[in-house]
């Protein structure tokens, strides 16, 4: 059947896609590869010049792109685990059986933090965390915590907002993976053991792996590129303490103007995110 | 009252009576604006009280000009970007609002014309422009770039003192400090208790550190950015002193002050938390507002304290310059609208409006200084200015941000005044350097 759709057909349909997908995605990132080579400060166009990889070797030697990076992967590694955990609890609980209405609600009100606008988020954030009439020190019987102008309260609290916020995805995405686990194979090996761990290890697991690699791959690219909660909510500071690897990216690229070291920071932020996600299919699907 | 001042007065209350901005040479503005009716010009406003006041004066322009002005607000932190944006890609923009650092970039990229392509055309120019009445300092820092002048000063501040005094009379003070060194060993102890303190120096990592709180401290204490050579000043004893002096003083102030913004220290003023703040003039309106402050009926105003090297208040300001990507017919508009928005005849209008007005003349009325206690020293600041109190050629953007990550790292105790200073200077000459100081391509800005 294949044999009698003609070129021009197949041209037609998938044409327009790549022809967008290029427009869109490969076109501005040529441009960027191109402007990463060159000294592009937009106040200083007339000094447009090739430098080869000057720009990329200030990036790999600048501390503060490090200590931004380091930032950035410091809050994948405590914000994705807690995020898994409850994700997963939370999934446990709503695959349970009864409670129905109870649950098609807790359904609904899952996707509340995801649907909320990212920078809705933070100004949200700097309202609930006001030291002096913020909601959560008064939830914390009068607390005096000073949660935005403190360096490590401030990376706390980006912490919160953002388990908050994508929690309710993991859980989600994990509760999808326990409905393909067939009935039969779950109510039998219940019947064989009492243990949840052992029923949730070698029975359901396996079945969630592709939504748990899913879930790391997005998560890991939402986190490079985390941007407008925490612009809003902190700037990237006090001082540089929130101040995470797209934030950096923006403020050279848009407050300093230097649009060629801005690219190839972007440029190298692509190329960890590409590395980390080949390692994560790598390394989970071989189980799978 | 000098001769000039004078002088001006009278012209300015001849104006007023008459009621209209016709001229005995036969100059006026709608005839000025007959050929461009119609036109509109596209014009970035900040979200201030100063640019309210325009916005409040502007139907009687756009009535009597037929001219169109069509306003894009902005925080002060976009305003910068959008206008650099629309510059680079010959966009919509036909008048621009320079912040006093942003002038030797904007005039550079020849991205603003020269005012006296307008004021040199006696269609468009009006007779009673009198450019000498504008403040000269304000006049040369805001609109000046290489003894050219480019924008009118618009919006105008100086750094002043702003002191509740219910709460300094009741810690036994009758008056403000008269220098920093007073204000942290005498009052800053006095005034910081019950959760109350003494002072807040606005700290947050973005123009308002660099500008408000490190440049602040710098200057009185006989520091600077740069020396005479280009070379980073911020390591010399005068440098230092300053910067130790913040980090000494931030005892006295709130925690998480490196948070705050012009907006969380206004609000911490306005609510009595905190006894005296140093801000710009423009905030005036909104501590003696009772709608907004709940100490209307105790704020005074005083020049910034002294330091060893004298006064040297914080300069800020902004001008508005005709932008070269503009048509010819949207260029005249759009100086009309300039020259009509800075003149003699509207400066009191603007300042009873909330604006601060860049005109020597307007302040000569000592009835109106009585009303807006600000004015006495605020003209007394602007004697006292410093035009590079922030570096004004192009690299300042590139240069503040360096400067707002370690200023703010140093008061975090992260590194130390000498880290930091050493941080800032070298990273700073790089940028001098890429862009041609030291070579001599480009000469010494200032």
Known sequence: ?288 | MSLRKLLSSAALAGVMATGATAQSDGWSLAKAAEPYKGTTVDVIFLLRPGYDAIEAMLPEFEAETGININIIKSPYENALGEQVRDFVAGGDLDVALIDLVWIGNFAENEWILPIDKFTSNPDLADPDLDMDDFFPLVLNAFGGWNGVIYGLPVDNYSGLMFYNRCMLEEAGFDGPPATWTELKDVYGPALTKDGKYAFALQSKRNETQSADSFARMLWPFGGSFLDADFRSNLNSPGSQAGLQFRQDLMQYMPDGIVAYDHAEVVNGFAQGDIAMITEWSAFYSSVVSPETSRVADCVEIAPEPMGPAGRKPALGGFSMAVASQADEAEQAAGYLFIQWATSKANAVEYIERGGVSARQSAYADPALAETFKYIPALVESWQDGVPEFRPRFAEWPEITEIVQEWGTRMMLGEVTTEEGATEIGTRMEAVLEAAGYYSGEKPLAQ
């Open chain 1, 1 to 288: 059947m294949r044999g009698q759709v003609s070129k021009r057909t197949i041209f037609a349909f998938v044409g327009p896609a790549v022809l967008g997908l290029a427009l869109v995605g490969i076109a501005p990132l040529l441009y960027a590869g191109w402007t990463s080579l060159h000294f592009f400060n937009l106040t200083q166009l007339r000094r447009v010049e090739f430098i080869g990889l000057e720009n990329y070797w200030t990036v790999l030697t600048d501390p503060s792109f490090r200590q931004a990076m380091g930032r950035t992967f410091f809050l994948l590694a405590t914000a994705l685990p807690l995020q898994l955990m409850l994700g997963m609890g939370i999934a446990l609980v709503l695959h349970q059986p009864a409670l129905t209405i109870l649950k098609t609600l807790a359904r609904l009100s899952l996707v509340l933090p995801m649907a909320t606008t990212y920078a809705v988020v933070g100004l949200l954030g700097q309202v609930m965390f006001n030291q002096k009439f913020g909601v959560m020190n008064q939830l914390m019987g009068g607390a005096d915590i000073n949660w935005i102008g403190d360096p490590t309260n401030a990376f706390i609290m980006i912490i919160f907002w953002d388990v908050w916020q994508w929690t309710p995805f993991v859980a989600l995405v994990l509760l999808a993976g326990l409905t393909m686990v067939p009935g039969e194979v779950e109510e039998a090996a219940r019947l064989e053991t009492k243990s949840w761990w052992t029923v949730l290890r070698y029975v359901q697991l396996p079945f969630l792996l592709p939504g748990l690699v899913a879930v790391l791959i997005l998560r890991t690219a939402d986190t490079l590129k985390l941007f407008d909660m925490v612009f809003t909510l902190t700037r990237g500071g006090p001082g540089a303490s929130t101040e995470f690897i797209s934030l950096m990216i923006q403020r050279v690229g848009f407050r300093a103007f230097n649009q060629g070291l801005a690219s190839a920071q972007a440029i190298v932020l692509l190329i960890i995110t590409i590395v980390l996600a080949q390692i994560y299919i790598r390394i989970f699907y071989k189980e799978v």
